[in-house]
């Protein structure tokens, strides 16, 4: 299995090593797939279209586990990347210990930085698919600048408290980068500037 070799991943297992006693292997489960990019690349339209395609699955896009810790806390203070983390804790552990789980695909988005933190959360993704006994498909979406921005601001990201700051994500852009799968057998790197979501969504199942 692959193993992205990180300080942070012996206390990702320690979070979540605790839970995986309970769970019994009989044998295969179904994958996890990890659609990661910047905001309004399309992720969640993209997430829609393959959950439809593929058997048996369901989306879990970013902001149901965003929204929560948000409630709570403000991101800058203190214990907030610890809720943030409790709160996917508690996802990981069904999805490795829930037998009514195992037949279900879950399509993850997300939007993970190739800083410590993002390496951190995405270290989690892995150990949570090796726990469960189930692939994970590791996918970066990118798109152009201009496409971005105009997926950015589209209507229906506001419904999703989701970020529709053009300056902020086009910093990102420029200073940033995602975290990627590098060396993982099933990470894919998708242009997703001139796909439609379907399109996107076909060239995944591929």
Known sequence: FYNPSLATLPSVHGHITPTMTASVITRPRRPIVHLNGSPGVGKL???????KQLPSAKLVHNHLLINPADAVLHRTQPGYQTLRRGIRNSIFSALINEPATFDTTYVFTDFQSDDELGATVCAEYLATAEARHAALVPILLFCDEKTNMQRLVSSDRELHAKLTDVELVTQFRREGDVHRFTGHPNYLEIDVSNFTPDE???????
């Open 45 to 51: 339209t993209i997430a829609r279209y393959l959950a």
């Open 200 to 206: 996107a969504a076909k060239q995944i199942c591929e």
